[in-house]
């Protein structure tokens, strides 16, 4: 039975997220309004929890979530973009950025589907310079 007009795909299932401590500071609870609405051409989805400091995007989903300790000086890769310096680790099924700098930090998880990921960090410039610099950045 093939789809007749008006049929759509059911939405994807809610992305399961675990929130980090930090995420019901103040710094991740007014993100609400800063996530974009979009990352490349990819739309917003549900997530498994009812925060401002976690949303998603697309299927396979991209995962950002507020609230990390911030990570000390390391040997991972750093790149920055629009002002915002990202820690790179690779992982099997895709890319982990964390902000470097800021208090508290971000993750954003990119499946490597989306390669290269790193294009797809200016989405999230806006909602990461929102978070308090410590004053440490890439070198």
Partial sequence: ??????????????????????????PCQALADVWPRQVGSLTAR??????????????PAIVAICGYDPPAPSTLECVSVDGVDWLVQRR???VQ??????????DVLVPAVYAPEPLLLPAFG??????????????
């Fill in 1 to 26: 039975m093939g789809g007749g007009v008006g049929c759509s795909d059911p939405a994807p299932a809610p992305v399961a997220v675990a929130l980090p401590s930090g995420a019901s500071g103040a």
């Fill in 126 to 139: 806006a909602a990461a310079r929102t978070l308090p610099e410590t004053g440490r950045h890439c070198q």
């Fill in 97 to 106: 950025f964390t902000t470097y700098g800021r208090t508290p930090a971000m």
């Fill in 46 to 59: 549900a997530v498994g929890v009812q925060s401002p400091a976690a949303r998603a995007w697309g299927d």
């Fill in 92 to 94: 099997s099924d895709g």
